[in-house]
């Protein structure tokens, strides 16, 4: 076997390896990917270390709707992801801090976690802008015994 073999398989290796990494890469960002829950928020729903699958075209086409659970930036700390339940869209009256009513501004949504007596939610940071919002859980795929589709009917 000669050099330019090798070099030639080498390199036809690194192609396939690098059209499936960009294919992959291209899923998780504009299709789907998952997600691993953690923390109260959304018990009963959701526990810590449930597995997610969720999709990314709803949010990019505006299409989310009331009672759909999201995967968004954390307003307060864009280092962090948060999983809630979108509760209000744009011009919905809601009940905010202290139970005063107030309404969702245009562009935005409001969410709260279904632990609602253990959610650091809308009702403390205010309306989210739809920006913030990374994708549209469908599903839970872990554990096993308690897969499931997360989506409206």
């Known amino acids: 076997m000669g050099f330019t ?3 030639g398989k080498t390199l036809g290796f690194a192609g396939c390896a690098l059209q499936y990494a ?3 890469h291209c899923t998780f960002e504009y299709v789907g990917d998952f997600v691993m829950c953690s923390g109260p928020s959304m018990e009963p729903t ?3 270390n449930n597995i997610l ?5 709803t949010p990019r ?3 989310l709707r009331r009672g759909d659970i999201i995967i968004a930036k954390c307003p307060t700390n864009p280092k962090q992801n948060i999983c809630k339940r979108i509760t209000g869209l744009p011009g919905d009256k809601v009940k905010g801090h202290f139970m005063r009513s107030q309404y969702v501004p245009r562009g935005h949504v409001w969410l ?3 632990n609602s007596s253990n959610s ?7 309306a989210v802008p ?3 919002i990374r994708s549209r859980v469908v599903c839970r795929v872990w554990p096993l015994d308690k897969i499931s589709t997360l989506t409206q009917v």
Do not use: N
């Open 112 to 114: 709260e976690g279904d």
């Open 120 to 126: 650091s939610d809308s009702r403390i940071y205010g």
């Open 53 to 57: 699958f969720t999709e990314h075209i």
């Open 5 to 7: 073999s090798i070099l």
């Open 22 to 24: 960009c294919f992959t």
């Open 46 to 48: 959701l526990e810590t």
């Open 130 to 132: 739809q920006g913030l």
């Open 61 to 63: 086409m505006q299409r």
